[in-house]
Each structure stands twice: as structure tokens, then as C-alpha cells.
């Protein structure tokens, strides 16, 4: 059974920075696709980051430059670093593959970004 357990959101400044982690279970990340997803109230998960397997990284044009992902495969976690962070930033975060798979979803994030 997948489960997919994000931490590390909070309240922070803009500008500011924050490092969210997914910890995973019952997956194996060096063969899969991960991805950071994102929600605002009202609006559909936009996906922000995505790692392959093999390590190449792509970012939506909103966070490029900002946002790095990274995992651990030892530790089995995928990680958000996310830095000169904006109000436009705040949303629930969300990790899983990508494309997504519906049962996998965890509880979530949530960051805030005050001006």
C-alpha cells in the first residue's frame, strides 16, 4: 500500500524560504515519475515540480528559479525546496506521480505566504 505523507509547510514572509517533504512507502522512487502538485481554494492541483527516475527536473514557469526538487532514496522522501517564496505561493502542496494517481494522495501542506 502507497503512502504519500507531506510536512515541513508553515506560515513564512515573502521572500522567505521553506523545504516541504514527502515521505513514501510502498513505492519505490527510482523508478518513478514524482511530482509536487499545488491547490488554491476554488482551483484544481497544478502540477510545480517534477522529477524523473532518472533525475531530470522540470518546473512550471511560475516557480522556475525558485523551486528546486530533490529526493532521498535511502530515506524514501521527495523534497520541495522552495525559496524567494510570494504571497501568489500560498496553497495546500501536495506530492505523487506523475501523471497522478488518484489513491495516492496524502493530507497535504499547507504553505502561507504574507506580504
Known amino acids: 500500500q502507497v503512502q504519500l505523507v507531506e510536512s515541513g509547510g508553515g506560515l513564512v514572509q515573502a521572500g522567505g524560504s521553506l523545504t516541504l517533504s514527502c515521505a513514501a512507502s510502498g513505492i519505490n522512487l527510482r523508478i518513478v515519475v514524482m511530482g509536487w502538485y499545488r491547490r488554491t481554494p476554488g482551483n484544481q492541483r497544478e502540477l510545480v515540480a517534477r522529477l524523473t527516475s532518472g533525475g531530470s527536473t522540470n518546473y512550471a514557469d511560475s516557480v522556475k528559479g525558485r523551486f528546486t526538487i530533490s529526493r532521498d532514496n535511502a530515506k524514501s522522501t521527495v523534497y520541495l525546496q522552495m525559496n524567494s517564496l510570494k504571497p501568489e505561493d500560498t496553497a495546500d502542496y501536495y506530492c505523487?506521480?506523475?501523471?497522478?494517481?488518484?489513491?495516492?494522495w496524502g493530507q497535504g501542506t499547507q504553505v502561507t505566504v504574507s506580504s
Open positions: 505523487n506521480t506523475v501523471p497522478s494517481t488518484s489513491r495516492y
